[in-house]
């Protein structure tokens, strides 16, 4: 069976451009997590979604928008680009939704802003 | 404010040398506690999952023990192997859902012919 699958892999981006990253939760798992991951420093929680709806959310700006679709795939998309967005963007899905299951990781995206 | 601190920041050992590694936490209410290795660039892989009323488990040469009283937990990895080398997240879930998960910032460990 197939893990997380996460794409891109690794993208470079400019200021004030535009990003989405894709998630693809293993079968059967209909919850959804996004995590930021700067170098160097532990993930910190983004995004949960739990069947195609926002269940939680971090302490990030507006600029950071998700949604998760009817197949339990998910996009995070980050608007404006700063440099400071340059960092590793992980997913993770789980089997349970209104608590924090085991939660299997994708390889993530690494992102690059210059 | 929930927090999860974990020591040493990095450690450095010598293949098949066993080493242990610290996670305090100050996270309420308790749900569970796990242990992720993370290779350099790659996701988080799961080792051990842990909840109140466990005190130990182990995963092959790993072993992860909790203190629910002191709010400590430790993972001992055993005969280490030069593919231990990465970062030890440790994980701490709160009830009331994935905000409430708290990672640490990770020990990053070398192991050394």
């Known amino acids: 069976d197939a893990g997380v699958t996460q794409s891109p892999t690794h993208l470079i981006k400019t200021r004030g451009q535009q990003v989405t990253l894709r998630c693809s939760p293993i079968?059967?798992?209909?919850?959804v997590s996004w995590y930021q991951q700067v170098l160097g420093q532990g993930p910190q929680f983004i995004f949960q979604?739990?069947?195609?709806?926002?269940?939680g959310r971090g302490n990030f700006p507006d600029r950071f928008s998700a949604r998760q679709f009817p197949n339990y795939s998910s996009e995070l998309n980050v608007n404006a680009l700063l440099l400071g967005d340059s960092a590793l963007y992980l997913c993770a899905s789980s089997l349970v939704g209104n608590r924090a299951g085991e939660l299997f990781f994708g390889e993530g995206s690494r992102l690059t802003v210059l | 404010k929930n927090q999860v601190e974990q020591s040493p920041q990095s450690l450095i050992i010598l293949e098949g040398k066993n080493c242990t590694l610290q996670c305090n936490y100050t996270v309420s209410p308790f749900s569970n506690l796990r242990w992720y290795k993370q290779d350099t660039g790659r996701g988080p892989v799961s080792l051990t999952i842990?909840?109140?009323?466990?005190n130990t488990k182990s995963n092959g040469r790993y072993t992860a023990t909790l203190d629910a009283d002191t709010k400590q937990s430790s993972l001992h990895i055993t005969a280490s192997q030069l593919s231990d080398s990465a970062s030890y997240i440790c994980v701490v879930s709160a009830i009331g859902g994935y905000q409430k998960v708290t990672f640490g910032t990770g020990t990053k460990l070398q192991v050394i012919p």
């Open positions: 842990m909840t109140f009323s466990e």
């Open positions: 979604y739990y069947e195609k709806e926002e269940r």
């Open positions: 079968s059967g798992h209909k919850s």
